[in-house]
């Protein structure tokens, strides 16, 4: 059965009946504005407004991934609307500013951001649900060990939230039976014995024409980025080392700059509430400094507010901190769920240890462990660590150290002004959803 909710024409029909709801948001808000308030306001005094909100406001729902059907769940789904409007409706006020528009109130951009969540939030919900009904769960035939199901399945049906159900297994492609071929959607590749049998499955689903799942490596990552280049008559691929270039350094350390010292002048008076806090609770310091692996694999002190009780790792040594912690302080449980314990590393920023987006920086101890462990994990380190990153928006705390090196080496491999603004946006989705620091952190 096709997917209608990835053809071409659902993906043109879906963005004109989103900007359809927030144009007429407008109009609706211009005309209960004028009933409310005794106004004659006219839509053409917005008119000129428009292009710049629907183009805003389109990027805005492709960041916060309110195209894909089925992606977020509701509280996400939310969320991602409440901050695109926002946004959105934020930068529209700057260019009315900008136009010299300022017969338009302020609470008619209010009235229209309200009647946006209330026209859009429900169509989306309800696209949603059908999706759910109507789109059946992708039926997957393992070809692989036996002994490795039991974590796929884990993979494929918890974390795609039931879009993917293991419905047969089979050691090999010799093994795989017309039968079971008959009731699947796609493969997924496991652990074969050698190249010649991927081969062989690759060749086989291409015979079929069904798709195929698989974990990739680290190399087959920087596939991403490869090109096709033709020698003559013989095709092969090239991969380029992926390096910033002096340009993309120049502008991203200036934004670092000025981001972080527009956010420490904006947050100064929290971070004061914050450290009080701290200091009252057990006479502690403040800040915490901690020693952390930067780019080139040279260390520096983080800083962050402390949320565990002086010298917690006296006798333990160095460990990673779980959820119900008992070293955790009470304040320091609440700092942690809200990041605010994360925002002394803005002066990280300003030293230039560290980025607003990059992978998150690791303990030497740690760093040498997975060193051992983890192959390419080195790879990391070839930009500046950053307060948030790829790996803490699309994962978890609880997402396990190769799961995020990947999320890293996809960072690094297609690094781009517009995928950093991307992340820092979608970061602050993550902070108000409570699920994203579930499981295991890293702290002091």
């Not at 209960?32 to 106004?39: D, P, Q, S, T, V």
């Not at 710049?52 to 992606?71: C, I, N, R, T």
């Amino acid at each position: 059965m096709k997917n209608f909710f990835t053809s071409k024409t659902y993906t043109i029909l879906q963005g004109v009946l989103m900007l359809a709801g927030i144009y007429y948001s407008y109009q609706f808000a211009l005309m209960l504005f004028n009933r409310l308030h005794g106004h004659a306001y006219l839509f053409s005094d917005i008119t000129v407004l428009m292009p710049f909100l629907l183009v805003g406001m389109m990027v805005l729902f492709d960041v916060f991934g309110l195209y894909e059907a089925g992606e977020l769940d509701g509280i996400q789904l939310f969320l991602s609307l409440l901050l695109a409007g926002i946004i959105g409706n934020a930068a529209l006020v700057v260019v009315a500013v900008g136009f010299n528009v300022f017969v338009l109130p302020a609470k008619l951009f209010i009235y229209a951001y309200g009647l946006q969540i209330a026209i859009l939030l429900p169509l989306l919900t309800l696209r949603d649900a059908i999706h759910r009904r109507v789109i059946p769960a992708i039926k997957v035939l393992l070809v692989g060990s036996e002994d490795e199901l039991p974590q796929i399945k884990k993979l494929l049906e918890n974390k795609s939230r039931n879009r993917c159900r293991i419905v047969a297994s089979t050691g090999s492609v010799e093994q795989i039976q017309e039968a079971e071929l008959q009731q699947v959607d796609a493969l997924y590749m496991g652990r074969l014995n050698d190249r010649d049998e991927e081969r062989r499955l690759v060749a086989y689903a291409l015979h079929h024409d069904l798709p195929i799942f698989y974990d990739p490596d680290i190399l087959q990552i920087g596939y991403r980025r490869a090109r096709l280049v033709r020698f003559d008559d013989t095709l092969i691929f090239r991969m380029d080392n992926r390096a910033m270039s002096i340009e993309e350094r120049f502008v991203k350390r200036l934004l670092d700059l000025l981001f972080a010292t527009l956010m420490l002048v904006v947050l100064s008076p929290l971070m004061l509430l914050a450290a009080l806090a701290v200091r009252v609770e057990d006479k502690g310091p403040a800040i915490f400094s901690q020693e952390r692996v930067k780019m080139d694999e040279k260390t520096y002190n983080l800083y962050k507010f402390r949320t565990m009780y002086v010298d917690a790792e006296k006798q333990s040594g160095p460990v990673l901190a779980t959820l119900s912690d008992p070293r955790i302080t009470k304040v320091g449980n609440f700092l942690r769920k809200t990041r605010i314990d994360e925002l002394p590393q803005l002066f990280n920023v300003l030293i230039g240890d560290m980025s607003l987006v990059g992978p998150r920086p690791e303990r030497p101890f740690f760093v040498e462990e997975f060193k051992k462990t983890v192959p390419n994990y080195q790879e990391r380190f070839r930009l500046k660590p950053g307060i948030t990153g790829l790996a803490q928006v699309d994962g978890k705390y609880s997402t396990g150290v190769v799961d995020k090196l990947k999320f890293d080496l996809l960072y690094i491999l297609n690094y781009s002004l517009l995928l950093d603004i991307r992340i820092l946006l979608q970061t602050v989705r993550t902070v108000l959803l409570p699920e994203q620091a579930a499981g295991i952190e890293e702290e002091e």
